[in-house]
Every structure is written in structure tokens, then in C-alpha cells.
């Protein structure tokens, strides 16, 4: 059983294919991680998952219907959405925002139900934020605003979470606890992520672009190795493996004598693990 996938969608702006020609299927309850550089596609790449943008060929399909078909409302119960970004000039409290998510389950201008009342309760609970509730949006720290935006996602009651660098500017710790949420969640989650510690630790799956296109797809394992890393990012690493996930090792440039200079990018989360 597949709920969302994608079949080679592209996506073109002038003369440039953002995305292209990728292909993506998701299966229900895991956690797709995509991975690439700045540009690769990654954000874009959401947006069509999303039905927030369409794609200029290809296909996006909800349980085999395309999103177009499915209807913007429909997909938005079903899809729910994490920017990186998240701004309001508003005075909105924590519950407010959180109550955003329902909207797709109502009609405009009609009072919350209490069906309502109760998903914002639920997600609230979930996301650990019942105690801010009313604490004002613009008063609170970068960790717990990206709660706050996982908690107005599920009070949509999705089947499908998808998060754009959801962990950009998070200390280590908020970093872990934020993904910590996102994978007990029960729901399809699609992440994309900069960290590839992270993507080991946290995803099932990874997907890697690299100027629009997928460049490799499989488990952590397969995926993460130091050919695949070097081709992508440009960087020399060193891979190990501790409990079955991979662990990542960047070297510097070698020095003036030819010899490499080691710098490890996993300390900082093996400090906090």
C-alpha cells in the first residue's frame, strides 16, 4: 500500500529544472529523509508533495489519485506541512496558532467545533506545549516555535508530515528532541535535513538530490557512503557504523605536506546522546 507518491515530477523555472524527473514513493509509517545540498531541490521537491506547487510534468498522487483530483482541501487534512521559516506580525498565542491547523476540517467564518477543541488539546499534549498554551507566539524560543508548528500540523490530523530543515538553528539538544517528536509520531514523514548524523540516526529512508535529480535512494547504510558523500557535497569522509547506523567522519583539505587533516562533525551529537 503507497499513500503519497511521486512519479518523475519536474519542476522548471525559466529554463532551469529545480526538480527532475524524480520519483518517490512513500509507504505508510516511515521516515523518508531527504538529503543534498543547498539547491538540490529539497524544498521544492515538499512543495510538490505538498500540492502547493504543480508540477510542469509528472505526477503527484494521493492513494493513486492525482493531488489536482483530489482537491486542495482534501490533500490539506491528509498533507500537512512544516516551513523552515514561520513569521507573524500578529499577537497570536500558542494555541492560536496551533488552532490553524484545523482550519481545512471547517468552513470559513464558522465557529470551532468540538472536534476542533479537541485535536488542538491532543496536540498540544503531544508536542509537550499544554503549560504554554496561552504564552504569546512572539515570546517564544526557536525550539519551541517549531513545536508549535508540529503541533498546528497534527492538529490537521495528517497521514502524511512533511518538515523543511526543521532543526535549522536549533541548539544540539532541541535538534534531538525535535526529531525525537517527529519519530514517535504516527504518521508518513518525509524530513529534509542538512545533518547527515541526524538522517542516519532518525530515517528509514534517505533520498539524495543533487541539482534536481535523485542521486541515490535506500536505507542509511546503503546510501551514506564515503563515494556517495564525495560526489554530492564535495567533501571527503570516513564512515563507520555503530548500532547499524552510519556515523560520519569529514576530512579537512590535506595540508601543504599531502597529509589529511581530520575534522568530526559527530561530536557534538555523541556529546548529547
Not at 134 to 151: K, M, P, V, Y
Amino acid at each position: 500500500m503507497t499513500s503519497l507518491h511521486a512519479e518523475r515530477v519536474v519542476r522548471r523555472i525559466a529554463d532551469k529544472a529545480v526538480v527532475d524527473g524524480v520519483t518517490l514513493t512513500l509507504r505508510p509509517g516511515e521516515t523518508v529523509g531527504l538529503l543534498g545540498p543547498n539547491g538540490s531541490g529539497k524544498s521544492t521537491l515538499l512543495r510538490l508533495l505538498a500540492g502547493t506547487l504543480a508540477p510542469t510534468a509528472g505526477v503527484v498522487t494521493l492513494d493513486g489519485r492525482p493531488l489536482p483530483e483530489a482537491g486542495r482541501r482534501a490533500t490539506a487534512r491528509r498533507v500537512a506541512t512544516v516551513e523552515q521559516h514561520a513569521h507573524t506580525q500578529t499577537e497570536l498565542t500558542v494555541r492560536d496558532v496551533v488552532a490553524l491547523g484545523r482550519i481545512p476540517h471547517r468552513r470559513a467564518w464558522t465557529p470551532a467545533t468540538t472536534a476542533d477543541t479537541e485535536a488542538v488539546t491532543e496536540a498540544l499534549a503531544r508536542t509537550g506545549l499544554t503549560e504554554l498554551a496561552s504564552q504569546s507566539w512572539h515570546t517564544l524560543s526557536g525550539g519551541e516555535r517549531q513545536r508549535t508548528q508540529i503541533a498546528r500540523a497534527l492538529a490537521q490530523q495528517p497521514r502524511e508530515l512533511l518538515l523543511d530543515e526543521p532543526t535549522n538553528h536549533l541548539d544540539i539538544q532541541h535538534q534531538l528532541d525535535l526529531l525525537d517528536l517527529v519519530a514517535s509520531l504516527p504518521v508518513t514523514t518525509v524530513v529534509a535535513l542538512h545533518d547527515l548524523n541526524l538522517a542516519a540516526m532518525y530515517c528509514d529512508r534517505l533520498l539524495v538530490l543533487r541539482d534536481g535529480r535523485a542521486v541515490a535512494e535506500g536505507t542509511p547504510a546503503e546510501v551514506l557512503t564515503p563515494a556517495l558523500i564525495e560526489r554530492v557535497y564535495g567533501v571527503r569522509a570516513e564512515v563507520t557504523h555503530d548500532h547499524g547506523h552510519p556515523v560520519i567522519r569529514f576530512l579537512r583539505p590535506a595540508t601543504r605536506n599531502g597529509s589529511p587533516r581530520e575534522r568530526s562533525t559527530t561530536s557534538d551529537v555523541s556529546a548529547a546522546t
